[in-house]
């Protein structure tokens, strides 16, 4: 599953850049964690409704980030989001950045989401139905590319 990436484009603003005028490096996990939400969007429910709708929480336990080449405002990047792994406690997404324009890598990187009860802070399994609904990802991506084909 790992190289199925959805894909979002994000235009790089100039609050999204350091001093230097490349985007600073905590604000990729960022248009990753929107990559997050695009996906779970496309598969017809928002990452707020689920973990509502099921009393859940999804911190991030772990997160890396391998920088290539600078990113600077008004680019547009695109960011690929791919489930490396799904346990019943642990999902482990891949990330890559690149330039829309050139397709060049800007970065790479990954992070793990657990699950937490909303009400305990403990532990828990994903519920099924969640665990089902990104397993329908393939589906979504095979549809992207076919639509990207077509253009």
Not at 44 to 69: H, W
Request: aromatic share 10%; net charge positive; glycine share 6%.
């Amino acid at each position: 599953m790992a190289n199925n990436f959805f894909r979002v484009n994000i235009r790089v603003h100039w609050a999204d850049t350091d001093a230097a005028g490349v985007v600073w490096f905590g604000n990729f996990l960022r248009f990753f964690e929107e990559a997050e939400d695009e996906l779970f969007r496309a598969l017809g429910r928002t990452r707020m409704e689920l973990m509502k709708d099921f009393g859940i929480l999804m911190p991030r336990v772990d997160a890396s980030c391998k920088f290539r080449a600078p990113a600077r405002a008004e680019e547009v990047l695109e960011i690929g989001i791919a489930i490396e792994s799904i346990t019943m406690r642990r999902i482990s997404y891949r990330f890559e950045a690149r330039k829309v324009d050139s397709r060049k890598l800007i970065c790479e990187g990954s992070y793990r989401v657990a699950c937490i009860h909303q009400r305990t802070f403990r532990g828990t399994e994903f519920p099924a139905k969640l665990r089902g609904l990104l397993k329908r990802m393939d589906g979504l991506v095979t549809a992207q590319r076919q639509k990207t084909s077509d253009r």
